[in-house]
């Protein structure tokens, strides 16, 4: 089932969901980081990494969504889809709750809420990560119908277009 809306001929929600992944095991690492070291910086770049990831992860949440709506009633697909979709709307939560404890401090240092907040948003991506790697992998979602090992590049239907559905914007 080849995905609704893709870019240069690829799907959009899976090119986004790399930032706030990397973004925030970034922060949580910078944490641990700080914690050992003390250096104001270090906290300084782990809070403006979970802004950051917050915005990438909404942003992937909406194409993720839109992604999901065209997934069939009753399918194990639709259902992995939504625990992938809710698990990852809770790992941005925890990140925003996460930052937002941040906010009060002229450094932004995490204590140890913030910080845990964060270990268990990073130990929940790795399963919500599962389950889209098995979206994709076992159920094929987002695979395009004609994929091969030799198929034609994915360019080679319109440089830049953006694919809505069965038409090209």
Partial sequence: METRIKLFGHPIHPMLVVFPLALFST???????????????????????????????????????????????????????????????????????????????ADYAPDILPFVLGLIGVGLALFTAWLGAEMVYRLRVAVDDDANLDAPSSLSSGVGEVMTSDRRT
Wanted: proline share 1%; net charge negative.
């Fill in 27 to 105: 922060a949580v690492l910078f944490d641990v980081l700080y914690f050992i070291t003390d250096e104001d910086g270090l906290a300084i770049f782990s809070f403006w990494a979970i802004a950051a990831g917050v915005v990438g992860g909404l942003a992937a949440a909406i194409f993720g969504l839109i992604d999901w709506l065209a997934l069939p009633r009753e399918t194990r697909a639709k259902r992995i889809g939504a625990m992938h979709g809710v698990g990852n709307v809770v790992i941005v939560g925890l990140f925003a709750v996460s930052w937002l404890l941040r906010l009060g401090d």
